[in-house]
C-alpha cells in the first residue's frame, strides 16, 4: 500500500478518502491546508505513539465506539474497531480521514470514485450514516462539539 495515495474506502460511519498525504486530500475537499485532518489509527499503541491520554479519560477512550477525541495537543484522532475498516488501516497503520463529499455537500458517489487515486469496494458497497461524535477532552473536563 502506498501511503502517498488517496483511497476511497468505507468507513465505521461513511464513505470516506483515506491517505497518510493530507495535502492531496485538502486539495481534493478543497479547503485550506491550515484546517487538520482526523486521524484514524489501527491501534491503542499507535495512538499512544501520537498523543497522551489524559488519565481521567483513558477508560471512556478505550471504550468508545464511533467517536473522535481531540486531546490536549490538538489531533482529532478515532481508534477504528469496524473490522472491515480496520483491514485496511492494519496495512499503513494511520490514515489522515475525511467523508468523501465535496465540503459541505452530500455524499456524491461519482465525485468520490473520480478523486480517488484507488478504491475499495466492498460487499455492502458505499454509503454515507450518521457521522462519528466528537469529543474535545482536557486534563479532566471534556466537551462534546458534535
Known amino acids: 500500500m502506498n501511503p502517498s495515495l488517496v483511497y476511497l474506502a468505507q468507513t465505521e460511519t461513511t464513505a470516506g ?5 493530507a495535502d492531496a486530500l485538502a486539495r481534493i475537499k478543497n479547503r485550506p491546508l491550515d ?19 489524559p488519565k481521567a479519560h483513558r477508560h471512556r477512550v478505550r471504550k468508545a465506539h464511533k467517536t473522535t477525541f481531540v486531546y490536549p495537543c490538538g489531533l482529532a484522532i478515532r481508534v477504528i474497531k469496524d473490522t472491515t ?7 499503513i497503520k494511520w490514515s489522515y480521514s475525511t467523508s468523501s463529499n465535496p465540503s459541505g455537500k452530500a455524499f456524491d458517489e461519482v465525485f468520490a470514485q ?8 466492498t460487499c455492502k458497497g458505499f454509503f454515507e450514516s450518521k457521522p462519528s461524535s466528537i469529543i474535545r477532552l482536557r ?6 462539539l458534535r
Open 114 to 121: 473520480e478523486n480517488a487515486d484507488v478504491i475499495l469496494f
Open 35 to 53: 484546517k487538520s485532518f482526523l486521524i484514524s489509527v489501527d491501534s491503542f499503541s499507535m495512538l499512544k505513539t501520537l498523543t497522551r491520554i
Open 85 to 91: 475498516h480496520l483491514q485496511f488501516l492494519q496495512k
Open 17 to 21: 478518502f483515506l491517505s497518510q498525504n
Open 139 to 144: 486534563k479532566s473536563k471534556m466537551k462534546k
